[in-house]
């Protein structure tokens, strides 16, 4: 089956699609989901996947044609049809521009609609077809490439983020360089390698920054193609370049013998739970204004500022990827004082955590 989203502001206009007798075995669709606006849309097409999304034009907060665009640029949903009452073909004809798949009146009736369900199965399994050739393809050429692979100068690079050996620039330019000379710069082939750097990359620093996962949407990084990118090195370049600045800012030091290090990986292990400098000190046997005195001269930052710092990021995470209310969020984070923690976030942030959980709805 098919899962379908319906999308109206009116619950009465949901009511009489869901009405019509097509969803319960006559076709291969089934309404899986109702939102009441483009942004609750939204929220929903980044949790669960969808097939066809059935929205009407005119909504509050985020409307059809934003609610289109955006599922279009970011890929959320093979298939979107519009509804609207209205007759101005200038709505069509934006939904078009966006690429909606087809334009109905309201209310639709059964056989305009059942028609369109036709068109759009055949579009969805010829769209299916397509991907899992382009997968296998993709996968075939992956090894193929196995023996030619610049393997040498990607551990190199990895091996470097893993240290933090200053810039890693150079580390990078090498293993595209090889890459580059070793397929000739063809497209295809170059986007392929450098995927499964990627790929091998985010791999291996999970496993040696355990952390991770608690911080940095590992997601965004494993989700890019660097196939049909205009520039797929200089993207391959960037997109590194961002990871390792993620991992820079919260982490300090390059091995664990170090105590900066120590305290770092502690803190960020146990983010969520009431890390305290005197909790540090006793899980390193050390005195708690030694350990504050080492880590202000080493990293040049105070450590109840550092611990604040971290938890004030993982809070922006799960207020970015979770539906749990603030304070619940705070009390996750050890903080019993909801107040207190809004504020420690507006400090760090610039806004509060509604704030900041609203504008990352609108821009994700």
């Given amino acids: ?39 609750e849309a939204l929220n929903m097409l980044k949790k669960e996947h969808f ?109 470097a983020m893993k240290t933090k050996d200053g810039d890693i620039a150079c580390y990078i330019n090498r293993l595209a360089e090889a890459v580059t000379v070793l397929f000739e710069n063809d497209p295809v082939k170059t986007g392929t390698a450098l995927r499964k750097a990627m790929s091998e990359i985010i791999e291996q620093l999970k496993n040696h920054y355990g952390w991770m996962g608690k911080f940095i949407d590992i997601s965004k990084y494993k989700s890019l193609d660097f196939i049909g990118q205009d520039s797929p090195v200089q993207e391959f370049r960037k997109t590194v370049t961002s990871l390792y600045d993620e991992i820079r800012k919260l982490e300090y030091g390059n091995t664990y013998d170090q105590i900066e290090n120590r305290i770092c990986r502690y803190v960020l292990d146990n983010v969520d739970s009431d890390v305290s400098i005197e909790g540090i000190s006793k899980v390193l046997y050390m005195n708690r204004k030694y350990i504050s005195e080492v880590f202000r001269q080493k990293t040049g930052e105070l450590l109840i500022e550092y611990i604040t710092r971290v938890k004030m990021a993982r809070a922006a995470r799960l207020l970015r990827e979770s539906g749990r209310k603030t304070y619940e969020i705070a009390l996750q984070l050890g903080y019993k004082d909801t107040e207190y923690f809004s504020r420690l976030f507006k400090k760090h942030m610039g806004i509060t955590p509604s704030e900041y959980r609203n504008i990352s709805a609108n821009i994700s």
């Fill in 1 to 39: 089956m098919f899962k379908v989203m319906l999308v109206d502001d009116m619950e009465i206009s949901r009511r009489q699609v869901k009405r019509l007798a097509l969803w319960n075995g006559e076709t291969s669709f089934t309404i899986a989901a109702e939102a009441q606006n483009g942004q």
């Fill in 51 to 159: 097939d066809l999304l059935i929205t009407d034009i005119k909504m509050p907060k985020v409307d059809g044609i934003e609610l289109l665009r955006e599922t279009a640029e970011k890929g959320l949903c093979p298939c979107v049809v519009l509804l609207s009452d209205y007759e101005d073909f200038s709505y069509a004809r934006q939904g078009i521009q966006y690429g909606a798949f087809d334009y109905l009146g309201k209310p639709p009736e059964y056989g305009s609609m059942r028609e369109l369900l036709t068109r759009v199965e055949k579009f969805l399994l010829k769209k299916k077809k397509e991907d899992e050739l382009v997968k296998s393809l993709a996968e075939k050429l992956e090894e193929k490439m196995e023996d030619s692979f610049p393997s040498a100068e990607l551990e190199q690079l990895i091996g």
